[in-house]
Nanobody
Framework: VQLQASGGGAVQAGGSLTLSCVASGRTYRTYMGWFRQAPGKEREFVAAISWSATYTKFADSVKGRFTISMHNDPKMVRLQMNSLNPEDTAVYYC?????????????????????WGQGTLVTVSS
């Protein structure tokens, strides 16, 4: 699976941004998600969505502020980020599981995902 992310940028605290990620290749029944990595910190899980868009998972730090959606023609995942704060500043990475991997095995670990996009920077100023 090849992933192309877009939509990062700079925004003031309280603002909103939408990240998009287009997937190509072997995308049949692949769940997708977003991770982020702030300077000096490890990559952390943000959100994920099942291939059918029936199920979603969110990190506690973004629950109620971020939403994730899936579109299947073309295959695309979007992360709508609202009420952003400076702690959300990071490089955001789109990720996808392998075709046919079970959603029920997704824990939010980077090891659950086999394909990664190039990252898009989100900067939130106070």
């Amino acid at each position: 699976v090849q992933l192309q992310a877009s939509g990062g940028g700079a925004v003031q605290a309280g603002g909103s941004l939408t990240l998009s990620c287009v997937a190509s290749g072997r995308t049949y029944r692949t769940y997708m998600g977003w991770f982020r990595q702030a300077p000096g910190k490890e990559r952390e899980f943000v959100a994920a969505i099942s291939w059918s868009a029936t199920y979603t998972k969110f990190a506690d730090s973004v629950k109620g502020r971020f939403t994730i959606s899936m579109h299947n023609d073309p295959k695309m995942v979007r992360l709508q980020m609202n009420s952003l704060n400076p702690e959300d500043t990071a490089v955001y990475y789109c990720a996808a599981g392998a075709s046919g991997d079970s959603w029920y095995d997704v824990t939010g670990s980077p090891r659950d995902f086999t394909s990664w996009g190039q990252g898009t920077l989100v900067t939130v100023s106070s």
